[in-house]
């Protein structure tokens, strides 16, 4: 082949991370669906203020009813509206909390394992194992009913009961890339482990866990929520988990009561899912197009 052809090829470059999400229907979509959300939680303040849990209207307003309660009132009498916007702050404030945590917990023992293998790797991998064979719904009731249902034990608990998957993540991208030529180069200039786990094999490990991460802070709202229906979340803190807890006994009557925080949180979700897909378009460089 005619090595005129081969040049403008052999010059041009893969685009950057961020133009692959701006061209990304799935990344723009999600983030802006998170967007609201996050802006709906820092100006719940400023929109209700006050105790979103104190009674201010008469109880079972549906919504419509009141115009100046537009989403109606629970069987208490709060303000469904200002439970939302509140709520917004306890879940995103539990499921990055716990998110956090097992990326933490899972990141230090998958990177050890991973990098150094031998029995300290199989140490690790058989406490992963240990987790794994308890269902994780089930281990976060437990630590749970140890604990005082307050936001930092739900976190932790849920943070707890997910750092096997990052580990094991962690693990299998540590144990690809402890053999390739940069990490090679590094050991023979004299860099330290700490060093090339660090600076060197971390940062190249960085994409599927940051698709991971999304969606981990999902499945904790799904926890949580899951959790205060079965009536096991902070009575002192606005949450759509503790709304859902709340309203499950007048769901005949009040179906509202469940079904509006059951929207947030589907369109959280749903956010996310499409944040992480878009994502792992965007940091897969197979997918990302060649600028000539």
């Known amino acids: 082949m005619n090595s005129s052809v081969l040049q403008p090829a052999l010059s041009g470059y893969s685009e950057s991370i961020w133009a692959a999400l701006l061209r990304n229907p799935s ?4 983030a802006s669906m998170l967007g609201l959300v996050l802006a709906l939680a820092l100006s719940a303040g400023v929109l209700y203020p006050g105790d ?19 989403l109606g009132s629970d069987s208490l009498g709060r303000d469904v509206a200002a439970g939302i916007a509140h709520g917004a702050r306890g879940s995103l404030l539990i499921a990055a909390s716990a998110t956090l945590i097992s990326v933490l917990i899972g990141g230090v023992v998958g990177a050890l394992s991973g990098y150094h293998g031998g029995k300290l790797g199989d140490v690790l991998m058989r406490v992963c194992e240990v987790f794994q064979t308890v269902p994780s719904f089930l281990l976060v009731i437990v630590i749970v009913a140890i604990g005082n249902p307050t936001l930092g034990v739900i976190a932790l608990a849920i943070g707890i009961s997910s750092w096997p998957t990052v580990a094991r993540l962690v693990r299998a991208e540590f ?4 053999e390739a030529d940069f990490v090679t180069a590094a050991r023979s200039l004299g860099f330290g482990n700490s060093s090339i786990i660090l600076r060197e ?50 769901i005949a009557s009040g179906w509202y009561l469940t079904a509006l925080p059951g929207l947030a949180i589907i369109f959280v979700v749903l956010a996310l899912n499409l944040l992480g897909d878009g994502l792992n378009d965007a940091l897969n460089p197979r997918l990302r197009r060649y600028i000539p």
Do not use: H, K
């Open 201 to 250: 094999i971390l940062p190249n490990a960085l994409a599927p866990l940051v698709v991971t991460t999304s969606i981990l802070i999902a499945q904790a709202i799904l926890v949580e929520a899951g959790l205060a229906f079965l009536g096991m979340s902070d009575p002192n803190q606005a949450s759509w988990g503790a709304m859902l807890g709340s309203g499950r006994e007048q």
């Open 27 to 30: 990344a723009l979509i999600g």
């Open 175 to 178: 144990r690809t890339l402890r």
């Open 52 to 70: 979103p849990l104190d009674m201010v209207a008469m109880p079972m307003l549906w919504p419509g009813d009141d115009p100046a309660y537009l």
